[in-house]
């Protein structure tokens, strides 16, 4: 477990396997890069922006920067690589017109079947939003049902307008009640369900 105390308040980060970095962005924002628990054969790694919002300790974002895996065949050969990487910038003169970029790179590399391989860049900005002290670069309008938890049994009808950040297929995050969820599917590809970051 990481816990990270400051301003009136304590984060804590329960599903954590190692700490890979921890600096500030700016005096205000407060990069934690970890590693969670995960397969033996997957890396991980996410940020967390931790940033103050009335007198409170707050998190900013948080997102999925890393993304390492092979695929394995049934006879034990490598069958693909993937990797889903997202780099992130701050810039801006002040905190509230900072922007954050995220460039993500997708790369899939088939063992036999290459005409399957890509490599895929893209750049996405977020904006700082200085009342909610979050970074998003959208704002959606929900009218569904969704569970709040994979292993949630009672769903939750969610209407209105949500900042999310959207870093392209597969990876969508909302701001729903001063917490970040991802947008996730389970085993059964049920796609209508938002668990908690950390």
């Not at 002290?133 to 959208?138: A, G, L, R």
Request: charged share 25%.
């Amino acid at each position: 477990m990481l816990s990270i105390a400051g301003p009136g308040s304590r984060i804590k980060i329960d599903d954590i396997a190692g700490l890979v970095k921890i600096h500030f962005l700016r005096p205000e924002l407060l990069e934690v890069v970890y590693s969670p628990r995960g397969g033996s054969d997957q890396g991980f790694e996410y940020a967390m922006i931790l940033g103050v919002k009335k007198n409170h300790l707050c998190i900013a974002g948080e997102f999925l920067t890393i993304n390492e895996y092979n695929s394995i065949n049934e006879d034990t050969t490598p069958d693909e690589y993937h990797l889903h990487e997202v780099r992130l910038k701050l810039q801006g003169q002040n905190l509230l017109d900072c922007q954050l970029t995220a460039n993500v790179r997708d790369v899939l590399k088939a063992g036999v079947h290459h005409s399957k391989n890509y490599d895929r860049k893209s750049l996405y900005v977020l904006r700082f939003d200085g009342t909610r002290k979050i970074f998003y670069n959208k704002i959606e309008h929900l009218n569904a049902v969704f569970r709040m938890d994979p292993s949630a049994a009672k769903p939750r009808l969610l209407n209105g307008d949500y900042p999310m950040v959207d870093l392209g297929p597969g990876e969508k995050y909302y701001y729903v009640d001063d917490t970040w969820y991802a947008l996730v599917e389970d085993d059964a590809g049920n796609k209508n369900i938002l668990s908690k970051v950390h």
